[in-house]
């Protein structure tokens, strides 16, 4: 049978204190194991970033720097590309500029040494109508004319009446052919120095072999200056065609060209769409776009250790709560257990002797707190079961924040790579526009020289060709008159009987020796031939059988 308790009651609750200590040592190590595992890691994690994001940002740098010294080495290459267009077409100017230089100067040089003949042929005639003028024959004659002694008619020298001697009758037929040539030519002798010059010699009285030389000499010159003029106005003409209608296609060249500059600045200088705006727009994009990375990986985290934190309360907690309820029902069934002995006990000591009952001291056995104990049992339970489920809404706002962030992140990652392709296009595109641009001003340059060069050009030959455009049917006209009037001097003096005479005497002195035997009819016969020829007659038969008297 039991014996009544008569020992001290030990409480359990040293043990649950000593098991509870020894567990929050052990978490309490954990604890710190797993912050300083959590803070190593984050601590690699910030200097990966961070060497990451130093070498984005030297590969971004480097990016920059070569797309700058391309867009550099783009525009020197246009720029020495424009210089030497610029310099070939300076050089193709100059060439031309030199070659009609050099026809011009042949031109002017043929026609310097053609006035050059006339001043002198000229000079000559003046000369000689001085020396004409100056002798004793005129002077004689000059003072018994009104006309050249008083001058009360002017200082006209022609001679309009006969000298007072008897002349014969070829003679008096040569001074009226001469007068009447001397009228013909004197109509035009006021603008036409020539013609006067014809009228001075018919005045002197030279003989008409010279005079008609020289008329053939002037209506020769008359030919070649009227050619010259000819020629010169079709010079003009063409050249001034040819020029205008470059300087017109330049002129529609350089509109059409500053029409090109205004549509390539424009897209690239626009305020609101032009290219360099759209550059600016999305640098600052992907500014944007790398600072919500950042802040957004920084808030995941801050919010990552909060949840690891979190986390490992919670399963401390579960774990401590567990462990004191596990302690809990084990002293409880301990104490039921005891419980129950006692009852049976008590039921068996009924059926023997009753002894001798101890003092009373308590009613019934000791059973502690074992009616609240279960309540307490409950409560931690249900809150083990609360902190459990807060673990598993930490564990799905973990995954749906991790989730949220890596769609964040790829949608950022994304719209960054779209950023850079767009940025390099656009950049490719204004360094090719600023190349397009750069070319088209070189070009509007090379056309503002060259619209210079020609409009230069026509006001250099205006002088010359506005004279002779303005004046060429006036002195065409003017030749035309001359040359008639010289022809017809010619005519009148060919048609004398003192100038056939003349050309008889001149044929007759030609004959020389053969004179005798070239007579009349016999100028063909082989005798006349044969003297002429001075070779035997049968000499002159051998080699023209044909021949009279042969």
């Not at 100017?93 to 006339?118: C, G, H, P, Q, V």
Request: hydrophobic share 35%.
């Amino acid at each position: 049978m039991q014996a009544p308790f008569t020992g001290t009651y030990s409480s359990q609750s040293g043990e649950i204190t000593g098991i509870l200590k020894q567990m929050k040592d052990t978490f309490s190590s954990n604890l710190e194991a797993a912050q300083s595992t959590e803070a190593a890691a984050i601590k690699a994690d910030e200097a990966f970033m961070a060497t990451k994001l130093e070498e984005h940002t030297t590969m971004t740098t480097s990016y920059e720097q070569k797309s700058a010294k391309m867009g550099e080495n783009d525009g020197e290459l246009a720029t020495k590309k424009g210089q030497l267009g610029e310099a070939e077409t300076s050089k193709a100017d100059a060439e031309t500029f030199l070659a009609n230089l050099a026809e011009m100067a042949a031109d002017k040089s043929k026609e310097y040494e053609s006035r050059k003949l006339l001043r002198a042929n000229e000079e000559a005639a003046i000369a000689q109508a001085i020396s004409i003028l100056n002798s004793d024959a005129a002077f004689h004659a000059f003072g018994k004319m009104d006309a050249t002694s008083t001058g009360s008619t002017g200082a006209s020298l022609v001679q309009l009446r006969a000298v007072h001697r008897h002349l014969a009758g070829n003679q008096q037929a040569a001074n009226s052919t001469r007068v009447a040539a001397t009228k013909v030519l004197e109509h035009c002798s006021h603008h036409s120095k020539r013609a006067h010059r014809v009228m001075l010699l018919l005045q002197a009285g030279n003989p008409f072999a010279t005079v008609l030389t020289e008329i053939e000499k002037m209506i020769t010159l008359i030919d070649a200056e009227e050619a010259q003029d000819t020629k010169e106005l079709n010079w003009c003409n063409a050249e001034r065609e040819t020029n205008d209608a470059t300087l017109e296609q330049k002129v529609i060249d350089i509109s059409t060209i500053e029409t090109q500059i205004t549509d390539l600045t424009n897209p690239i200088e626009d305020p609101e769409t032009g290219i360099k705006k759209q550059i600016g727009d999305t640098e600052q994009s992907l500014e944007t776009n790398s600072e919500n990375q950042k802040a957004e990986t920084t808030a995941r985290r801050e919010a990552t250790s909060t949840y690891s934190q979190a986390i490992t309360h919670s399963v401390e907690a579960q774990s401590l709560l567990a462990t004191a309820v596990k302690v809990l029902v084990t002293y409880y069934n301990k104490i039921e257990k005891e419980e129950m002995s006692e009852l049976g006990g008590a039921l068996l000591q009924g059926k023997q002797k009753k002894k001798q009952e101890p003092p009373s001291t308590w009613e019934g056995s000791y059973s502690g707190q074992s009616s609240s104990g279960n309540q307490v049992i409950d409560m931690l339970n249900f809150i083990a079961g609360e902190a459990k489920k807060e673990e598993d809404a930490a564990h799905q706002a973990e995954l749906e924040d991790q989730q949220s962030y890596e769609d964040s992140m790829g949608n950022l990652k994304a719209e960054e790579t779209s950023s850079q392709l767009s940025l390099v296009s656009l950049k490719k595109s204004l360094a090719d526009k600023e190349l397009e641009l750069q070319s088209q001003s070189e070009a509007l340059d090379v056309a503002n020289r060259e619209k210079l060069t020609i409009e230069q050009y026509l006001a250099q030959i205006k002088p010359g060709c506005d004279f002779i455009t303005t004046n060429y049917e006036t002195r065409s006209s003017n030749r035309a008159e001359e040359k008639t009037s010289l022809q017809s001097a010619v005519t009148l003096l060919s048609a004398t009987p003192a100038f056939k005479a003349a050309v008889s005497e001149a044929e007759l002195t030609a004959l020389g020796a053969c004179k005798s035997l070239c007579l009349g009819s016999n100028r063909t016969h082989v005798q006349c031939e044969a003297c002429l020829a001075d070779v035997t007659e049968p000499g002159y038969c051998a080699g023209h059988p044909g021949t009279e008297g042969c």
